[in-house]
T-cell receptor
Framework: DAGITQSPRHKVTETGTPVTLRCHQTENHRYMYWYRQDPGHGLRLIHYSYGVKDTDKGEVSDGYSVSRSKTEDFLLTLESATSSQTSVYFC????????????????FGPGTRLLVL | GESVGLHLPTLSVQEGDNSIINCAYSNSASDYFIWYKQESGKGPQFIIDIRSNMDKRQGQRVTVLLNKTVKHLSLQIAATQPGDSAVYFCAEIVGGSNYKLTFGKGTLLTVNP
């Protein structure tokens, strides 16, 4: 299994509060990604990182920010949570490593279920 | 924008049969394709990949076929088992895109005992 963990695994919060999700990897992968998964929409890219302190927006970045201060950690922040951000959030990583897939292959964490009331 | 799509949202097969899951893509610049399996409550799991300079690639009980002429990708699972029940996604990468994936919405495979 890929060495990717996400915390928390489950979270319930109220509208208007800030929320930070953490992704931690032990694979020394250069690339990291945050997705959300919703019924009928599949996986959609929120933000991604192509190196420490190098990040860029994905297709659904509004209302989210990210930070990556070291290789192993990628943080996703919901600045002021809204009910539309209720979703399952997945982190993924890619890069040279020990897995059978190519360098481009993304490996996923177990996900965080977020409920915004 | 261009995206990867799936022909069948659901597929039901009998245990022991072979399964075929199809995927269409529209971006001719895509040069790498991946199939993922996602079980309920879990993250997507890598199954097999194929580059655009290949037509076929085999793994353990799985085969991926790529037809660039019609921009079609398929995943074949041999001797399907109950543990194969899951949602299967195809995904594509365009070279030089920081390895960003474009996903289809998925096909739900149900294996009946």
């Amino acid at each position: 299994d890929a060495g990717i963990t996400q915390s928390p695994r489950h979270k319930v919060t109220e509208t208007g509060t800030p929320v930070t999700l953490r992704c931690h990897q032990t694979e020394n992968h250069r690339y990291m990604y945050w997705y959300r998964q919703d019924p009928g929409h599949g996986l959609r890219l929120i933000h991604y990182s192509y190196g420490v302190k190098d990040t860029d927006k994905g297709e659904v970045s509004d209302g989210y920010s990210v930070s990556r201060s070291k290789t192993e950690d990628f943080l996703l922040t919901l600045e002021s949570a809204t009910s539309s951000q209720t979703s399952v959030y997945f982190c993924a990583t890619a890069g040279q490593g020990r897995f059978i897939g190519a360098e481009e292959t993304q490996y996923f964490g177990p996900g965080t279920r977020l409920l915004v009331l | 924008g261009e995206s990867v799509g799936l022909h069948l949202p659901t597929l039901s097969v009998q245990e022991g049969d072979n399964s075929i899951i199809n995927c269409a893509y529209s971006n001719s610049a895509s040069d790498y394709f991946i199939w993922y399996k996602q079980e309920s409550g879990k993250g997507p799991q890598f199954i097999i990949d194929i580059r655009s300079n290949m037509d076929k690639r085999q793994g353990q009980r799985v085969t991926v076929l790529l037809n660039k002429t019609v921009k079609h990708l398929s995943l074949q699972i041999a001797a399907t088992q109950p543990g194969d029940s899951a949602v299967y996604f195809c995904a594509e990468i365009v070279g030089g895109s920081n390895y960003k994936l474009t996903f289809g919405k998925g096909t739900l495979l149900t294996v009946n005992p």
